[in-house]
């Protein structure tokens, strides 16, 4: 039986780890769809016999009769009564994006849960359960890209310090002890200062402080790994440097790596919402957890705000931790066969 | 008054009675259904090869193999006492008193952390009750006993302090400290270089005479076996395939896996091949490897470490040039240094340029190396065939898949394995295939010299016999030159047409292989050589 055949079957053993996986990729994959999901504008529009995507393509005002050539508001009063007289519309499970702002609201906000805002809505109005949906996306491609990003520089720059040991890896051994001792909050506190960050720049930003993560371990599996004869061999069959380092060490080497990567995911999930919290982070536009962290904060009348937002999460971070748990033991040498 | 009682010696008296003993780890049956018997005062041999199952079975006597599962028709009487109705206190008592242990490797056996007196203070103090000071006096007796020189400073000395053969005294005034009436020596000598195997094996037996006790010694080397037991029995794949008097069982073996052993254990002839003729293929001068072993404060090196002090090798065509040393002695750094797998200084000249002036693809090509163990010199990631076809891409990229095919399916057919391996990953394969994968992985290339670090001391000696009557064909077939490494001279007497014999990285004696074991000048040589070739 193939290694990794192995490994899966130890992972799918490991009951919790499974289980974990599977809710997690479920969640996942309903938040890369949010747009299907919560959205303010209709997925469907029969309107004058014909067929209508707005989700995808854009209608101004004036198509439905209306006065302006920007994009048509379907939650105006007078846009649903156009096209309830002229057809019908389907609009998504949850009816607000990220961002729309509920006008008809008969209370003060943050609203409590009730029919049309499930879990009720934020202080300016706007539906938890859509920014929630939204946000888990948000951090999930950020923690994603971040992880990648920073485990792709880390393993370059550990095989480099592992492989060729000696002074190249005093040297960058060295550097790596002054860089990691810079304070990254300060230094985001001073970035959040001049200018808002944007997705990319906050990710860039991050990258200077994550990317070192990875690092130790990789440099340790390296400088163990390039000791065995087997790597001795390719050396004296004339197999160069680079293929060395890539093809017979790093594969040897994956194993440490693969099972760090579902903690980085959680420590990036907590960085992003820590920042957002602290108001470091993303500017408001984006729906990031982190800001209902803070709202939740600020709103303590409301409690739907906090208890949903520590729910989400806990929830999602327990996961996270769960799955990692499960790679590890899975892909332990020592771990016989077919036990969870 | 004697330091120990003696104990008559009663022939007949059975002290360990083992019956039907199976031993499983989880659905893995490991020994199965072995009987056998010590008596008091003898020498009990069981040898097998690794994996055979001896270990367990000695370890499973005091129930001290974790994890595993005993078939409920063992049976293990040890003085009288069933071992299995025994409770954890009891076995307690019974491990260290009336049976001792002495492992492979000393160094794992002793903590790390605390000085050797101290650990043997703690055995007589845990099973005799001694005071503190008594048990200081009789421990520093015993290490004078097993022969340590210094015995009152080397109570005080930490295991990293001891050479290997004095942590093995160690080790063994530990065993005997409480008078055991059953000493079980686990591959007592495999870890230790030759001339100190012997002393260790003769102050085994001294003590083993003077305190009558018996011994289980357990060994894959028929030779020391034959030397000093009275009994032995034979293991295969967990089971006791022969046993009986040494006499019976090495002269006329019954069952055809013994006669195998006791057949490939004896190297008794040597390389009467002609001496080839040949130019120097391969030449060292005045090779130097240092480590710095103490620095000042500035960093600059006070001292060294001279692995090769000097040394100077040729290696004429055709031959095989056999490398003797123990471990230390740099027959490793030598092979790292040819094959500029390490740094060095001096001169190395292959057909007589300077290696460093040769472009680094031409100078692999010619020179390939085979490693000790095929089970780390192989990538465990890659199969067969990207293990093969690696070379060929290097050196051959102008081949196209079929000329690269027909290499490959030839080096395989020399090796004698067909290319049904050639899909398959390492770990599918035993030893001596893999060896035999590592060896056509050099061959490929169609090199001149080939050196082989220790090719054959990671095998079984069935296995070994293979290996080596397949690199001498191999030779004659293809015409090369092998600088053969290895510390077990026998091995080398069969193989070499000359020997180089190493000491402190420098050669002391390099000579004819028939001349030079008939008649060593160095007395180095002769140590090595009296004591591995008995």
């Known amino acids: ?264 995911l959680a420590d990036a999930i907590v960085a992003l919402t820590a920042l957002d919290f602290l108001g470091l982070g993303l500017s408001q536009d984006y729906p990031s957890l982190g800001d209902l962290v803070r709202q939740g904060k600020d709103n303590l009348q409301a409690p739907w705000i906090g208890i949903t937002i520590f729910v989400v999460l806990s929830c999602l971070l327990t996961l996270l931790i769960f799955i990692g748990e499960g790679v590890r033991d899975a892909f332990n040498p020592r771990k016989e066969l077919g036990r969870g | 008054m004697p330091l120990i009682p003696e104990r008559s010696l009663a022939v007949d008296n059975v002290l360990l009675q083992v019956k039907n003993l199976s031993v499983a780890f989880g659905n893995k049956p490991v020994v199965k259904n072995v009987n056998f018997c010590v008596r008091q005062g003898e020498v009990l041999g069981l ?59 000393p160094m794992s056996s002793l903590n790390p952390l605390h000085r050797v007196g101290k650990q043997i203070v703690e055995i007589l103090r845990i099973h005799q009750n001694m005071s503190e000071t008594q048990a200081i006096r009789y421990a520093v007796k015993l290490l004078a006993m097993t022969g340590i020189r210094h015995p009152k400073e080397k109570f005080y000395s930490f295991p990293h302090e001891l050479s290997g053969g004095q942590r093995q005294r160690v080790m063994i005034a530990m065993a005997i400290a409480n008078h055991p009436k059953l000493l079980i020596a686990d591959e007592p000598t495999t870890a230790l270089d030759v001339t100190v195997q012997q002393q260790i094996i003769d102050l085994l037996l001294k003590l083993q005479k003077k305190l009558g006790m018996a011994v289980l010694f357990i060994s894959h080397d028929l030779n020391l076996i034959k030397k000093i037991a009275q009994r032995v029995c034979v293991m295969k794949n967990g089971e006791i395939i022969e046993q009986g008097d040494v006499e019976k069982v090495f002269y006329h073996p019954q069952n055809p896996y013994t006669k195998a052993l006791v057949s490939s254990s004896v190297f008794d002839k040597g390389n009467d091949d002609v001496l080839p003729k040949g130019g120097t293929v391969l030449c060292g001068k005045n090779l130097c490897v240092r480590y710095p072993v103490k620095k000042n404060f500035w960093g600059k090196t006070l001292k060294f470490n001279h692995v090769l002090d000097g040394m100077d090798i040729e290696l004429h065509k055709g031959e095989c040039l056999g490398v003797v040393g123990e471990s230390g002695s740099g027959k490793t750094t030598l092979a790292m240094s040819l094959a500029l797998l390490n740094k060095f200084s001096g001169k190395v000249c292959l057909n007589g340029v300077d290696i460093h002036a040769l472009k680094n693809k031409d100078f692999r090509r010619k020179l390939q190396i085979v490693f000790q163990d095929p089970y780390t010199s192989l990538n465990p990631r890659m199969t067969i065939k990207q293990i093969l076809e690696e070379g060929l891409n290097i050196h051959f990229s102008q081949m196209d898949k079929n000329e690269k095919r027909v290499r490959i399916d030839a080096v395989l057919k020399s090796v004698e394995l067909d290319s049904s391996v050639l899909d398959k990953y390492p770990h599918e394969f035993s030893g001596g295939q893999r060896q035999r994968i590592a060896i056509a992985r050099s061959l490929v290339l169609e090199p001149e010299v080939l050196i082989l670090d220790e090719p054959t001391s990671a095998l079984d000696v069935t296995t070994q016999v293979q290996i080596l009557n397949l690199l001498k064909n191999i030779q004659k077939t293809r015409d090369l030159s092998y600088i053969f490494i290895s510390h077990d001279m026998r091995v080398v007497r069969y193989m070499a047409n000359r020997v180089a014999v190493l000491h402190n990285g420098k050669v002391v004696e390099c000579r004819r292989a028939d001349a030079f074991f008939q008649n060593p000048y160095d007395d180095y040589s002769k140590e090595l050589i009296k004591a591995s070739l008995i």
Request: some cysteine; aromatic content about 14%.
């Open chain 2, 47 to 105: 040898v097998g090869e690794s994996g055979s199952g001896k270990s367990v079975t000695a370890l499973s006597v005091l129930k001290l193999v974790q994890g595993a599962t005993y078939d409920a028709a063992s049976s293990i009487v040890f003085d009288k006492q069933s071992i299995f109705d025994l409770n954890d206190d009891e076995l307690c008592a019974i491990r260290g008193r009336d049976i001792s242990f002495i492992f492979q490797e």
């Open chain 1, 1 to 264: 039986m193939h290694i990794w055949q192995r490994r899966w079957r130890n992972f799918r053993n490991n009951r919790r780890a499974f289980v974990s996986l599977i809710i997690f990729s479920v969640v996942f994959l309903l938040s890369l769809f949010s747009e299907l999901l919560a959205n303010d504008k209709p997925l469907l529009i029969k309107y004058k016999g014909e067929f209508l995507f707005p989700f995808a393509v854009t209608y101004t005002d004036r198509f439905f009769n209306g006065d302006f050539d920007t994009e048509a508001d379907y939650q105006d009063m007078f846009i649903q009564n156009e096209i309830a007289d002229n057809g019908w519309a389907i609009f998504t499970l949850i009816p607000y994006s990220y961002n729309t702002v509920d006008y008809a609201l008969d209370k003060p906000t943050p609203t409590p849960p009730s029919w049309a805002h499930w879990l009720g809505t934020d202080d300016e109005g706007r539906d938890i359960l859509a920014r929630i949906l939204y946000g888990i996306r948000l951090s999930l491609v950020f923690a994603f890209l971040l992880t990648v990003l920073s485990s792709i520089i880390g393993i370059i720059v550990g095989a480099v310090q592992g492989y060729f040991g000696g002074k190249t890896d005093l040297f960058m051994q060295r550097f790596l002890e002054i860089w990691d001792a810079l304070p990254q909050l300060f230094i985001l506190i001073i970035v959040a200062s001049v200018f808002v960050p944007d997705f990319i720049t906050l990710l860039l930003i991050m990258l200077l402080f994550s990317w070192s993560g990875l690092i130790p371990v990789v440099r340790a599996e390296f400088l163990r790994t390039r000791n065995f004869d087997f790597v001795k061999a390719a050396k004296a069959l004339g197999v160069g440097n680079l293929k060395i380092m890539f093809k017979h060490i790093l594969p040897n080497a994956i194993v440490a790596t693969i099972t760090y990567v579902p903690f980085l």
